[in-house]
């Protein structure tokens, strides 16, 4: 009987972390749609990029998540 126990919390753990898991992938792609959402201009990444010597990704990454807005996207790089 222990040894059903035992089974049956680790199933329960297990189905837990797969829910855990789902919920964060949901989180994650909706975030990303959210970012993708977000218009940003090609010179202001080219500036970033030049300016910062980053890769254009990042920079491009940074402007989405600072919403488009330049002097934010290089404050947050530069903290």
């Known amino acids: ?3 059903r126990q ?3 919390s680790r199933v329960q753990e297990a189905m837990a972390s797969i829910i855990a ?3 964060a992938d949901v989180c994650m792609s909706f975030r990303e749609k959210e970012l993708a959402a977000v218009k940003i201009s090609a ?3 080219d500036i970033i990029a030049n300016e910062l010597e980053l890769d ?3 920079a491009e ?3 989405h998540e600072n ?3 330049v002097i934010a996207a290089i404050w947050h ?3």
């Open 1 to 3: 009987m222990e040894d």
């Open 6 to 8: 035992l089974d049956s």
């Open 21 to 23: 898991s789902a919920e």
């Open 43 to 45: 010179a202001n990444v």
């Open 56 to 58: 254009k990704k990042v």
């Open 61 to 63: 990454r940074t402007l």
């Open 67 to 69: 919403k488009g807005d």
């Open 77 to 79: 790089l530069l903290r």
